[in-house]
């Protein structure tokens, strides 16, 4: 069954590696018969800063709670045309893609405005339609992401710690789990600028497998709503007070 894929794309150079990740899931999801979208933050210039000009008619005009201004525009149709048109791509979408460098343990900074910006309270998590409740849930997500270090240094063992659960937590629970996406296991290339030509093209053709067994790629842990309270506290095991 073919799939709509949206990609966000987060990296300055055209010519990056990164680029070349982009590239081949965009061919393979085309060969697979996906219809593929692409949003490419750094070539169509996307506004990463979160502000009150982010809507139009404001519900409080005198003092800026962003959540909130994020519901009331959204119902009214007042969002800034920009994230609007990011919104209606993440709702459109079967699956969630993301291609992007890591950044001092996290995610280049116009991606995290993205995620400010475009995962709206609302429509896309409030309360406790968060994790399998989220706005986004049936819809799933996956990442291929390069990095400088090598694969050694990350793990339980080494010396960064765990990468999708550890270092970048934050995005893969904290974001795309939180608002109801079933998160696929990142493809990982290490070590990108450093090692030959020849091992940067096995690494796309790894890449390309991963993509066309999508499917059956592992899925990250998440919280399971049903171990809390409704006020979101952990419910007690009999017997482990």
Do not use: N
């Given at each position: 069954?073919?799939?709509?894929?949206?990609?966000?794309?987060?990296?300055?150079?055209?010519?990056?590696f990164v680029a070349a990740m982009r590239d081949t899931i965009l061919r393979v999801g085309a060969e697979r018969g996906d219809t593929v979208t692409l949003s490419?933050?750094?070539?169509?210039?996307?506004?990463?800063?979160?502000s009150a000009a982010d809507f139009g008619a404001r519900q409080d005009p005198d003092y800026l709670v962003y959540a909130q201004e994020q519901r009331q525009a959204y119902r009214g149709g007042t969002l800034?045309?920009?994230?609007?048109?990011?919104?209606?791509?993440?709702l459109a979408a079967d699956v969630l893609a993301f291609t992007f460098p890591v950044f001092w343990f996290s995610t280049p900074g116009i991606l995290k405005?993205?995620?400010?910006?475009?995962?709206?309270?609302?429509?896309?998590?409030?309360?406790?339609?968060?994790?399998?409740?989220?706005?986004?849930?049936?819809?799933?997500?996956?990442?291929?992401?390069?990095?400088?270090g090598r694969e050694q240094m990350f793990g339980p063992d080494g010396i960064h710690?765990?990468?999708?659960?550890?270092?970048?937590?934050?995005?893969?629970?904290?974001?795309?789990?939180?608002?109801g996406l079933r998160v696929h296991r990142p493809f990982v290339a290490y070590h990108v600028p450093y090692v030959e030509p020849v091992a940067r093209a096995?690494?796309?053709?790894?890449?390309?497998?991963?993509?066309?067994?999508?499917?059956?790629?592992?899925?990250?842990?998440?919280?399971?709503?049903?171990?809390?309270?409704?006020?979101?506290?952990?419910?007690?095991?009999?017997g482990k007070d």
């Open positions: 069954m073919s799939l709509r894929i949206h990609l966000v794309h987060a990296h300055p150079e055209p010519r990056s490419d933050l750094y070539a169509e210039g996307f506004q990463p800063v979160a800034a045309p920009d994230i609007a048109r990011e919104v209606e791509r993440v405005g993205w995620i400010d910006r475009v995962f709206l309270s609302g429509p896309f998590y409030g309360g406790r339609r968060i994790y399998g409740r989220g706005g986004l849930a049936g819809k799933r997500a996956f990442a291929a992401i390069g990095l400088g710690g765990e990468l999708a659960t550890g270092m970048l937590r934050h995005f893969f629970q904290g974001t795309l789990g939180y608002v096995a690494m796309l053709a790894d890449l390309e497998t991963y993509v066309r067994d999508l499917e059956s790629q592992p899925t990250l842990a998440m919280p399971d709503l049903e171990d809390f309270s409704d006020t979101l506290a952990p419910k007690r095991t009999p």
